[in-house]
């Protein structure tokens, strides 16, 4: 069964580049979640999605960020004219149901902006 | 708004020491997480906690949840190179909302 899978794990993008990142869930799973990571810190919450619907996106910059879920295919979080305060590790984590228990998170992406 | 804190931020062990990390919450949560991220990793979940009052144990590791469900601790008794990583306590946001919150964890790093 495999886990959730995220690509590109690494992505390097110069300035005013656009980033797609990609995160199928787990079989079964519904939910999907954004976080993102910048080194030395916490998981902060972007976006909560299911299939075609933006749930939650109150962790989302208003500008540049937009994420969808379509009813087939992978959820993606896109970033518009990246910054270099971009640059972080976006994990994408998936559940059966809406927190009724854990997350199963993806290995990341990892983006550089130079 | 609502905060998760966790403290202390770093700690550095000897091998075979415990090990203990806390959590506090600005407001009542119906439950508690805790995830572990190694070096480079990605978070994996470890427990979750409901009950008032509640401990769970895991082998070496002890997690508790306070009688306010406001407060948690993870106690790693003699640690071990292989307990070193992150660990990060999250509860359900305020409100309603369907999102975890997430602490800025506390980094264990054990000298072997």
């Known amino acids: 069964n495999a886990g959730v899978m995220q690509n590109p794990r690494h992505l390097v993008r110069r300035r005013g580049q656009e980033a797609r990142l990609r995160c199928s869930p787990m079989k079964g799973h519904s939910h999907v979640y954004w976080y993102r990571q910048l080194p030395e810190e916490g998981l902060k919450f972007m976006v909560y999605l299911q299939k075609e619907n933006i749930i939650d996106e109150s962790g989302m910059p208003k500008e540049r960020f937009s994420a969808e879920f379509p009813k087939e295919g992978p959820s993606i979080l896109r970033i518009q004219q990246v910054v270099r305060g971009d640059s972080a590790a976006y994990f994408c984590?998936?559940?059966?149901?809406?927190?009724?228990?854990?997350?199963?998170f993806g290995e990341g992406s990892r983006l550089t902006v130079l | 708004g609502q905060q998760v804190m966790q403290i202390p931020q770093y700690q550095h062990v000897q091998e075979g020491e415990d090990f203990t990390t806390y959590c506090n919450s600005s407001t009542t949560l119906s439950n508690i997480q805790w995830y572990k991220q190694r070096p480079g990793g990605h978070p994996v979940f470890l427990i979750q906690?409901?009950?008032?009052?509640e401990v769970k144990k895991q082998k070496r590791l002890t997690f508790q949840f306070g009688e306010a469900k406001k407060n948690s601790s993870l106690h790693i008794t003699a640690t071990q190179t292989t307990d070193v990583g992150t660990y990060f306590c999250?509860?359900?946001?305020?409100?309603?909302?369907?999102?975890?919150?997430f602490g800025k964890g506390t980094k264990l790093t054990v000298n072997p």
């Open positions: 906690l409901v009950k008032s009052g």
């Open positions: 999250a509860g359900p946001a305020q409100g309603g909302s369907e999102k975890l919150v």
């Open positions: 984590a998936s559940s059966p149901l809406a927190l009724a228990g854990e997350l199963f």
